[in-house]
């Protein structure tokens, strides 16, 4: 029996090569990896992490000790957020910011005189609400300059959770019908509860109808690594509630981080990984991430929109922000949009929504269903292609062969 030479498969290796590579050129996009956040200025600098709260189990209160160390130069957020810019379009004074979380402490470094504290909210523990409060209205201070949004607002300090930073459903119900007693442009909510409260439902409609812009974090800042494989996606509050403006923590490439806890009906992500921020001791500076931590670069964004139109409603505020943000499945804040866009008149109307709609990822089901019928059709197309081709070139010379095999011709 005589071997077949390797001629004679020539045409159906071809075949093979050509349709090969016109497959990928058809086959349906695949999404590229979300990777992990690159390695922010502070980590490199050595700057210690600022909790959300302390460990509930330990016997002591050992309260965030003071850093020594200090940024060299701005990290990512303000420079995404257009900071340097949008300050000569205002610097929300004559706004009041409510700040509840752990407390702010008056006197912390970059705060200057601009801090009320009410009750026990004057002695921050944690720190992570003195952080906060930087992001909000921190002044810039030493050689790296590290603004928050609104510098020139004044911030009222409320205390939603305990010393220790574990939230509280009737502290955070109490915080926000004080900040709406003494009249607050903007409520900003670092605390997320898994649970609905009744009271506190009341206390954020109260505060929505005397004309306060409510901002909450989406989701509680992850304890661990491994929280999020075992928590289901939830609704937290007071985010959920009617109204309320619920911003989550995204990545400089503008994904969520890989450790956030799931949730949805977010209208808004804003930066919230490797942020630096000062804390209640000393002037060092802090690493922060989370939720809360893109929640308070929402709140300072709206004191600039309230100082700088004091004649739209907290509903047309709410609007501007999630209308200038930067288009993505969930809007990514745009802080230098916010307060320089001019609305057209399709947007008139719905400025005077009462509440905002929560945003929704795109179904893209029958878009993927009709790039598979494409692809078929592609597919089926290049084979008829091919087959033409080969009609044209194999069929003359075998039929100038006799129609014998290609390697009995030769012999």
């Known amino acids: 029996m005589r071997r077949r030479r390797p001629g004679a498969v020539r045409p159906l290796r071809g075949l093979a090569l050509s349709a090969l590579l016109l497959l990928p050129t058809a086959a349906p996009a695949v999404a590229e990896p979300v990777h992990a956040v690159p390695a922010a200025d502070g980590e490199r600098q050595g700057l210690p992490p600022m ?41 929300g004074a004559g706004t009041t910011v409510a700040l509840v979380d752990t407390g702010v402490r008056a006197g912390a470094a970059g705060l200057g005189d601009r801090v009320t504290a009410r009750g026990a909210a004057g002695d921050d523990c944690v720190g992570h609400g003195t952080f906060l409060a930087g992001l909000i209205a921190g002044e810039g201070w030493g050689r790296s300059r590290l603004p928050g949004v609104a510098p020139g607002a004044k911030l009222l300090a409320l205390r939603g959770t305990d010393e220790r930073g574990t939230p509280d459903a009737a502290l955070v119900a109490r915080a926000v019908r004080d900040a709406t007693a003494a009249e607050a442009d903007v409520i900003a909510i670092g605390v997320a509860l898994p649970k609905r409260d009744k009271e506190l439902t009341s206390a954020v409609a109260d505060a929505l109808d005397a004309g306060a812009v409510v901002v909450a974090a989406a989701t509680p800042d992850p304890p661990t690594a ?78 600039l929109l309230r100082a700088a139109r004091p004649d739209e409603t907290p509903a047309q505020i709410v609007h501007r922000l999630t209308a200038t943000a930067y288009p993505a499945d969930v809007p990514q804040l745009d802080a230098y949009a916010a307060v320089t866009t001019v609305l057209g008149d399709a947007d008139a109307v719905a400025r005077t929504r009462t509440q905002t709609e929560p945003v929704t990822v795109r179904d893209t089901a029958a878009a993927d269903r009709a790039a598979d019928r494409a692809t078929v059709f592609v597919l089926l197309g290049t084979a008829g292609v091919l087959a033409v081709l080969w009609a044209v070139v194999a069929l003359p010379r075998a039929r100038a062969r006799g129609w014998r095999p290609a390697d009995t011709a030769r012999d």
């Open 51 to 91: 909790p959300s709260a302390l460990d509930p189990g330990a016997r002591a209160v050992e309260c965030t000790a003071a850093s020594r160390e200090k940024a060299e130069k701005q990290d990512w957020s303000r420079q995404r957020l257009d900071l340097a810019r949008v300050r000569r379009h205002g610097d």
């Open 226 to 303: 491994n929280a999020t494989r075992e928590t289901p996606t939830r609704t937290y509050y007071p985010a959920g509630e009617p109204g309320v403006l619920s911003v989550a923590d995204m990545l400089p490439s503008g994904a969520r981080p890989g450790d956030a806890l799931p949730t949805d009906g977010v209208d808004l992500v804003a930066p919230g990984a490797g942020v630096v921020s000062g804390g209640p001791r000393g002037s060092g500076h802090y690493l922060g991430a989370g939720a809360s931590v893109a929640a308070a670069y929402t709140a300072g964004t709206a004191a």
